[in-house]
């Protein structure tokens, strides 16, 4: 029996919270965080540190979701699109905790849109707990954010909202593959 | 992350350096671009430049100049040249692998820097077929099954069996 992957790739700027983001979840999910080798790897070893977040959980015999947090520097930029491949939705994190943190992410999201102009996608506005928190509105103008994707506040170190922003994307997804595919 | 890539990528940036370093007092900035408009490396020329106005891709400007070049009898994009009020553009094909864009201060340079841009076209042809390449190659798996509606939902009441939300 073939193994079906979702992947879901957790994107935005560095410092956004996407470390924490997989570190919450995986306090609460079966989540593995290690990486499994790849081809270029030296045989014998069975995981390796790689510069991008990591976790994969197994929901069913053949079904796993595979979670990758895309390193938020801009050097990386061409990553993006590598790391990205053959994703089903894409979280995009941001830092709303002042409005030049939300408009160090125009370029990041830009880049994404830009690239994958159809692919499922939820903005989480983190760090909603400080007290200077930026308001939705308010990040959907800077962002330019289209009126059919949802903006959702996020506090990456709170595990309820971590799970229920997860959830939203895959609900997301799911939405997406009914609209586009024979199944339902 | 691959290295292979690092290291490809990082050849493409120390090309892109050596390309403002060829006339400092010119060329303000360069950005190296795969054949989808996505760059792949930038570098400023921090003389000239404050390096604030950075992008990441152009896949749109891309397309729309194929889709304008393919409209007129030229054939595809090897060249093209814009002038902007604080600047010039100039936009090189890289055979088919990709582009080369640099920014330039003065029509005065234009022939020179052109000159430039061919000199460097064939080192940046084969680091990004190699570039290519590589990332075609999984990076960490290769999803090809097709996932139904169900599968997700699957996967929703698994992360509510598992997490009282
Ligand atoms: N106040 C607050 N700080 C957060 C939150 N999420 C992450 N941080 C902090 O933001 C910083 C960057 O987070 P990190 O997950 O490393 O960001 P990454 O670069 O996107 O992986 C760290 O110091 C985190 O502790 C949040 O919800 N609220
Ligand atoms: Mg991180």
């Known amino acids: 029996m073939p193994v079906k992957t979702i992947k879901i790739v957790i994107a935005g700027p560095y410092g956004a919270g996407k470390t924490t983001f997989v570190k919450t979840l995986s306090e609460v999910l079966p989540i593995e965080t290690d990486v499994p080798i790849t081809k270029s790897v030296t045989e014998g070893k069975r995981t390796t540190t790689v510069a991008f977040d990591y976790g994969r959980m197994k929901v069913r015999e053949d079904l796993v979701v595979h979670l990758f947090g895309v390193p938020g520097q801009e050097r990386f930029s061409f990553m993006w699109k590598i790391i990205a491949r053959g994703m089903h939705g894409y979280l995009f994190i941001i830092d709303s905790s002042s409005e030049e943190k939300v408009k160090e992410a125009l370029g990041m999201y830009n880049f994404f849109r830009e690239n994958f102009p159809s692919t499922p996608h939820i903005i989480a506005a983190n760090k909603q707990d400080v007290p200077t928190a930026v308001d939705i509105p308010t990040i959907k103008n800077i962002l330019k954010v289209p009126y059919e994707v949802k903006v959702m506040p996020l506090i990456a170190t709170n595990r309820r909202s971590a799970l229920f922003v997860l959830v939203s994307l895959l609900e997301e997804i799911r939405s997406y593959l009914l609209e586009t595919t024979k199944y339902g | ?165």
């Open chain 2, 1 to 165: 992350m691959n290295s292979d890539i690092q290291r490809i990528i990082n050849e493409v940036r120390s090309s892109a350096e050596e390309i403002i370093s060829e006339s400092p007092d010119q060329i303000r900035a360069v950005y190296v671009m795969d054949r989808e408009g996505t760059v792949i490396t930038y570098v400023t020329n921090t003389v000239l430049i404050n390096a604030g106005s950075t992008f990441f891709a152009t896949p749109r400007f891309i397309s729309s100049l194929k889709g304008l070049v393919s409209a007129l009898p030229i054939g595809g994009i090897n060249y093209v040249l814009m002038q902007g009020i604080d600047g010039i553009i100039q936009l090189m094909s890289i055979r088919d692998a990709g582009y080369i864009m640099i920014i330039i201060n003065s029509e005065a340079s234009i022939g020179l820097t052109r000159i430039i841009l061919e000199k460097y076209t064939d080192r940046l042809y084969d680091l990004l077929r190699k570039l290519l390449s590589v990332s075609e190659e999984e990076v960490v798996e290769v999803i090809n099954v097709e996932i139904t509606p169900k599968d997700v939902e699957d996967v929703i009441n698994f992360i509510k069996s598992k997490a009282i939300m």
